[in-house]
């Protein structure tokens, strides 16, 4: 994956993408901060 500042949205808050089909991507080096950050549904931090 690469992360870019000019890839940050909304659904993609880190700006991470696949390298090979380009998709967005939540990694493990930040998924702690996008948990924290509360945008993650309540349902899926059970």
Do not use: H, W
């Not at 998709?23 to 309540?42: A, W």
Request: aromatic share 16%; proline share 7%; with cysteine.
């Amino acid at each position: 994956y690469r992360t870019s500042t000019f890839d940050v949205t909304e659904q993609n808050p880190f700006g991470a993408k696949c390298i090979f089909c380009k998709s967005t991507m939540i990694t493990f080096d930040n998924v702690g901060l996008y948990i924290r950050s509360g945008q993650v549904p309540p349902d899926f931090r059970k």
